[in-house]
């Protein structure tokens, strides 16, 4: 029989009757002959508060004990989901992390998965029982403790599950019912789209679209598993396709530009006539990437006389003042006279595998954003994507201006 993963969101599991909901969801496609393994994320609102709970016992907590305690919240949502299967007459058990086991680095609050044994949940399928699995927890094989994959870690945990036992596809089941060209509430003519690239994804998830986590678009791709996102407020009997994450195909790539993404939490800082000489690079972002704070677009003016530079980058918004400090630290070794920083910009992302084969993509955005009179702080590129960083105030112009250039607005 082929398989399924399943994976239901905070929202989609927020209370008892909507649990009931995604019950109706699984025994749609357990009709349909699939074998079935689903992940769940703790209920809406419930990680938060359980992360408040250890915050308020010890604001310096241990971190294994953190875990222990916020990976509670999906063990709850598990268990819920296996009895109403079962209350609808369709076999089921709940599986934790560490029973089955997903073996993870000993990160806690990020570790990585390292190894699933799905030697368990095949012994399951083979008794007909549908595999309900918390999402976002593993454990360390060496210290036997619980660990958790960072926020958004269901998504991770569900692909990886769908890999490890040879899921046909592993589907998302969110609020939303696929992927958009753009944020509809920015953009109102915002089309779902069939499909999408991993890389598209991969680039869009990481340059602001929250659909999906960016760790679980990677593990997609790397072992090739064929992911959609759907809506779970869809009726059960009534859903709708989504939007399906695959390979590369040839109707894809007619597509110039797929989407606009869009990320308000960035920061720029500049550095000014810092010494142009070997060196100086790594004098800058060798003791940020030591703070674990990672550097985005990076631009390098060399003065005229050619003995200095100006060196301007982003960090993420929540890092900025750590990173200030960070530099100002190390203000002797780098030699910079004078340092700038600004929080109010935003970092405007368009993206498709189209642009590999079609040149001046790029320049003509950057002819309609100063037509509107947008100034660009910083550029940066890729194969299949741009971004420009600008003043947050022209945010959604930026973004309607992109989205309407290339067309994205035409159904």
Request: aromatic share 6%.
């Amino acid at each position: 029989m082929p398989r399924l993963v399943m994976k239901f969101g905070g929202t989609s599991v927020a209370n008892v009757e909507r649990i009931r909901n995604v019950a109706a969801h699984v025994a749609r496609e357990v009709a349909a002959g699939y074998e079935v393994a689903v992940v769940v994320s703790a209920m809406s609102g419930k990680t938060n508060e359980l992360v408040g709970w250890v915050k308020d016992a010890d604001g310096d907590y241990d971190a294994a004990e953190y875990d222990a305690v916020v990976a509670s919240g999906e063990q709850v949502t598990s268990g819920l989901l296996a009895i109403a299967l079962r209350k609808a007459g369709i076999a089921a058990r709940s599986w934790q992390g560490w029973q089955i086991p997903i073996q993870t680095s000993d990160a806690h609050g990020s570790a990585r998965i390292e190894e699933i044994d799905g030697a368990r949940l095949d012994a399951g399928f083979k008794r007909g029982e549908v595999a309900v699995i918390a999402g976002f927890q593993g454990i360390h094989s060496e210290t036997g403790r619980i660990t958790t994959l960072g926020r958004g870690g269901s998504d991770t945990s569900a692909v990886a599950i769908a890999a490890a036992i040879g899921a046909e596809r592993c589907d998302i089941y969110t609020d939303v019912d696929g992927v958009y060209t753009t944020d509809p509430r920015v953009v109102p003519k915002a089309r779902r789209m069939e499909r999408v690239t991993f890389e598209e994804m991969l680039e869009m998830a990481s340059l602001g679209a929250k659909v999906l986590q960016v760790r679980s678009v990677e593990l997609a791709m790397v072992h090739r598993v064929p992911t959609t996102v759907r809506s779970s407020f869809d009726p059960p009997d009534a859903a709708r396709p989504g939007t399906l994450i695959c390979d590369e195909e040839t109707d894809v790539e007619q597509q110039i530009i797929t989407g606009i993404a869009f990320a308000r939490d960035e920061a720029q800082i500049t550095l000014r006539r810092v010494k142009d000489s070997p060196g100086v690079a790594a004098a800058i972002f060798g003791p940020l990437a030591d703070a674990n704070i990672n550097v985005d677009m990076i631009i390098q003016t060399v003065s005229g006389d050619q003995s200095t530079t100006d060196m301007t980058f982003t960090v993420p918004a929540a890092d900025y003042d750590r990173a200030r400090t960070v530099l100002d630290r190390a203000h002797d070794t780098i030699g910079f006279a004078q340092i700038e920083g600004a929080t109010d910009v935003v970092k405007v992302s368009a993206i498709g595998v189209g642009m590999r084969s079609h040149a001046g993509v790029a320049a003509k955005a950057f002819r309609a954003l100063a037509d509107k009179g947008i100034n660009i702080r910083a550029i940066t590129t890729s194969e299949i994507k741009f971004s420009v960083l600008i003043d947050a105030a022209y945010t959604e112009l930026a973004v309607r201006t992109l989205h309407s250039l290339y067309g994205l607005d035409q159904a």
